[in-house]
């Protein structure tokens, strides 16, 4: 198949001094002008500017119907590569051949104007989008129905709410009917039922063999939508590729940590004369080592320790925290086999399995530890050594329901609901009248 | 960002075509890919052709922005489009006063006010348009850091706005000259001069076009060009001759006041009208002025744009 986007060693260089200082002032360059031949003079003398690359040798291409999500820190180049991609700033080498227009939704509602109204902004905006004005005639009503605002449509948007706002300038946009699509998180954009009708709009995108290209440093929201992701760093790519495969290397990047971790014999591995550990690993339901997990599947703990001396009972456990720190549970071992049992020498594996539907996405560090209870000792304690990343595609069902945007919490459990339903008081009015009749 | 050559853009043309095709239903539009890209998107050398092709595409956008320009203008005001009748209209009325009849500046015979209204009629338009471009691309930074468009068109757009107001105050100056010659009797005679009429109103557009895009595509990098610029143009109206004829200035400097390109123009404006005798040489002087502004703001913006999402 041939592809709709193809960029080719793609480089962007920004002066670091044009990035801080927004602009010059006809002063700076006059004085550049005075010295000049100075600096001429010094040949040695270093440039004034300090240089970056924001994208560096980039290459990837993408087909069409493909979601590719694009993730990195900020100031990884994303916008950068947008905008390079959106023909709004130059590449200074390289090329990128685009086989399809391309539409982007970049902080959608650009160049609407606050004292212009709906059906004004309506028509300016789709004409800076790029439609022309029969284009926009043609489906107004749609676009218009496709917000839900049709009452306010005559009245200047300053008067909107935000999330009206939002609604309107995501309608235009998503009507553009591109062959490329280029979003940039819009999608915590208005409520439930709204999120719903963008991502069937994006759906009925993909399956016109349109392509979209998601934006965003939040990679559950990444994650949800896309099948491909392409990791940018520092200007680089990191990585491309299936969404868990680059969702596990961004984890790996980010959170300097891995799925496993094994010590050698006679290392410096955790541990006393009592006991030691030999490694810990994340397992899926496959029995494979990962650190990607989707949310509806189980996730196995498995720590590897050494008992060096027998009779003492040992008891492993795990410590799990968030990304930032938060003490999210403590697991402690519940094997009936060994409850209070004091252990022989040899070597054990321990897992602990925390149910599917359970944790919510996101990722999540991991210690282990393994401790005698009474009296409380610890043996050793490798805190966070590994971690893992629990992530949620938007197809199938999951504890999120028909909800797209962002869900905090640590757990998300997928909970059995029930209804009592008792009807208003007319109604049992009407129901009462009705029996006596 | 250069543009594909014409094979390329020609194609690029037939695909939008058949996409616009399948607007409306969603499901029935599948495109096929075409063998050359629409697009090849890399560094561009400093001098590249105008896009013309590009800009044929996005007509329809500078006519959007040079409405929205006119709407935001007048929305929230009591009085809206009345204001752009009553600004020239004042701006008569003060001159008179202080200038017509308190300073006496001599009218070479005519009445006072239409003097001052047939130099305030380019005058404004040129004046408006200049400083209204200075900081339209500046204004416009979101659109710019975000969506493609021939950037040319903003400061074209600010131009193209101001022409409703030029439009206006000629309909206005139809309506004093009735006055004048039928109520107050003056005589006022038509000559084959008020031809020569459309071709200076042409001129002035394209010189206040080609300053504009210069002052534009400047003040997006040396934001001193906004902060100068009104001193500036201060300064021409006094050396023009807005507020008093050219008679007023002596014979032998005439020459060098005529290389001011304004000069000539506002002076023809005033002698298609009012009658006189044209200046050619003025005129000619207007004329390479407008030509050189042109294709030096030409070769500037084309320079200095694709930098201005970096810079703005």
Known sequence: MKPVIRVQNLSKQYRIGTLRAGYQTLRDVLIDVIRLPVRRARATAPSQYTTIWALKDVNFEIYPGEVVGIIGENGAGKSTLLKVLSQVTEPTTGQVELYGRIGSLLEVGTGFHPELTGRENVYLNGAILGMRRAEIEHKFDEIVAFSEIEAFIDTPVKFYSSGMYLRLAFSVAAHLNPEILMIDEVLAVGDAAFQRKCLNKMKEIREDGRTILFVSHNMQAVT??????????????????????????????????????????????????????????????????????????????????????????????????????????????????????????GRYISTAWIPGNFLSEGALRVGAAVSTMSPVFVHFF???????????????????????????????????????????????????????? | MALPDTDNALSSTKTNRITSTAIGGSSDGKFSIPDKPLVVIKASRSWTAVGWIDLWHYRELLYFLAWRDVKVRYKQTLLGVVWVVMQPLLMTLIFTVFLGMLARVPAGGRPYPLVVYTGLLPWTFFSSAILGCTY?????????????????????????????????????????????????????????????????????????????????????????????????????????????????????WRTLYFLNPLAGLIEGFRRTLLGGELNRFSLAVSTVATVIFLASATFIFRRTEKSFADVI
């Open chain 1, 224 to 345: 949800r939508l896309c099948k491909r992701l392409i990791y940018l760093s520092h200007g680089v790519i990191v990585d491309d590729g299936p969404s868990d495969q680059v969702a596990s290397t961004y984890l790996g990047s980010r959170l300097q940590s891995t799925s496993e971790k094994r010590w050698e014999i006679n290392s410096d591995a955790p541990g006393n004369d009592i006991t030691r550990l030999c490694s810990v690993r994340i397992r899926n339901e496959g029995g494979e080592t990962t650190d990607t997990i989707d949310i509806r599947r189980p996730v196995g703990i498995e720590m590897e320790f050494e008992v060096l001396e027998p009779g003492h009972v040992l008891v492993p456990n795990y410590h799990f925290t968030s990304e930032d720190g938060v003490y999210v549970f403590v697991a402690t071992d519940q094997d009936p086999e060994w409850h209070r049992r004091p252990r022989p020498t």
């Open chain 1, 382 to 437: 490798a805190e966070s050594v590994i971690a893992f990343q629990v992530v949620e595609s938007h197809e199938g069902h999951s504890a999120r329901g028909d909800y797209a945007g962002p869900m905090p919490g640590f757990v998300r459990p997928l909970l059995s609901w029930t209804t009592q339903f008792q009807p208003s008081a007319d109604r049992m009015s009407e129901v009462l009248v009705g029996e006596r009749a």
């Open chain 2, 136 to 252: 339209s691309l500046v204004g416009n930074a979101n659109l710019i850091t975000k969506v493609y468009f021939p950037r040319v068109l903003i400061p074209a757009a600010s131009i193209l706005a101001r022409l409703l107001d030029f439009g206006i105050s000629f309909v206005l100056l139809a309506g004093l000259m009735l006055y004048y010659r039928f109520i107050r009797h003056y005589p006022l005679q038509f000559t084959w001069q008020l031809a020569v009429l459309p071709i200076l109103v042409v001129l002035v557009i394209l010189f206040a076009l080609g300053l504009g895009m210069i002052v534009s595509a400047l003040n997006v990098k040396y934001r001193d060009i906004g902060v100068v610029l009104p001193v500036i143009v201060q300064l021409w109206m006094f050396t023009s001759p807005v507020v008093y004829p050219l008679e007023v200035v002596p014979e032998r």
